[in-house]
């Protein structure tokens, strides 16, 4: 890396003192590294340990695979949104859930920014494209819901479209529903000394380091702005119809597991073990506005 292509540190405010956060450094910092699990009120001290992960892991991706025999089956269709902050783990909680799922009927939705051609078309109208169709099963990294969040933070759109999207949003919602589509609204939480770790990990890990982008910078100090914008847009989008479903994500494996269970106890689909599944962590998985610390 040049000179002309380091990072600046940047001054924080976090807990009520001020920080220093130098990103390029390759050793990270102890007051990130002690705060980072438990940072955002998360309820365990310890990560789930990788051996009892990838047990539970494995039970949930067989009831997926019977999920994805029951949507070709039947033509039901299912499409879940996984929303969060940067580095909140959306890739990861998607990737687990679709690993052995079949490619050709189980998609991956991650667009890049608009065209020319796509602003000037109803927002709305280039994700609409991607919905599943008969059998199919959709997962958006990242959705309409950039208007909620990213867009108004980042300069993208201006208040006036940010409050037409909180209004619009849970009419194309019901319409979703109304069609039959199964769908899921996931939000990942994460604290903020956790989203810095993992901004520092990536930073330095070789193999990660494309996930940090520009944007992720810029971010860095907007954590409070970036706040306002997901309560507003939790509170004028959760519905009775279409509900957000809010993970706390420190724990990546523990989100995941919750995230799937939630998804499988949801669906009807035949063959389904329940005791495969088990049971949610009410401390990890809730709904609404009021499970966001």
């Known amino acids: 890396m040049t000179d002309s292509e380091k990072n600046k540190p940047v001054e924080l405010e976090i807990n009520g003192k001020r920080r220093i956060f130098d990103i390029d450094n390759p050793e990270l910092p102890g007051w990130i590294d002690k705060a980072a699990l438990s940072s955002g009120d998360y309820p365990y001290d310890k990560k789930l340990d990788g051996d009892s992960y990838d047990s539970l892991l494995e039970k949930l991706q067989v009831e997926l695979v019977k999920v994805q025999f029951w949507l070709q089956a039947t033509g039901q269709r299912v499409m879940a949104v996984f929303e969060g902050r940067d580095a909140a783990g959306k890739g990861g909680a998607i990737h687990a859930t679709n690993s052995y799922m079949n490619p050709r009927s189980a998609r991956v939705v991650a667009l890049t920014k608009p065209t020319e051609t796509e602003k000037g078309q109803w927002y709305y109208q280039r994700y609409v494209t991607h919905f599943p169709t008969a059998g199919e099963f959709v997962m958006f990294d990242r959705s309409w819901y950039n208007r909620g969040g990213v867009e108004p933070v980042m300069g993208f759109c201006t208040p006036e479209q940010q409050q037409h999207f909180l209004k619009q949003t849970p009419r194309v919602e019901k319409l979703v529903i109304g069609d039959g ?16 770790k993992r901004f520092h990990d990536r930073r330095h890990d070789p193999l990660k380091v494309w996930k940090l982008s520009p944007m992720d910078i810029a971010a860095l100090t907007k954590w409070d702005l970036y706040t306002e914008a997901r309560d507003q847009m939790l509170k004028e989008t959760h519905s009775d119809h279409a509900p957000w479903t809010v993970v706390r994500a420190n724990d990546k494996r523990r989100a995941r597991l919750d995230l799937i269970r939630h998804i499988l106890k949801t669906l009807d689909y035949d063959g389904k073990d329940k005791s495969a599944i088990g049971e949610i962590d009410d401390k990890i998985l809730g709904f609404g506005p009021g499970f966001v610390k």
Not at 181 to 196: N, P, S, V, Y
């Open 181 to 196: 589509i199964h769908f899921f609204k996931f939000w990942l939480d994460i604290g903020r000394e956790m989203q810095l």
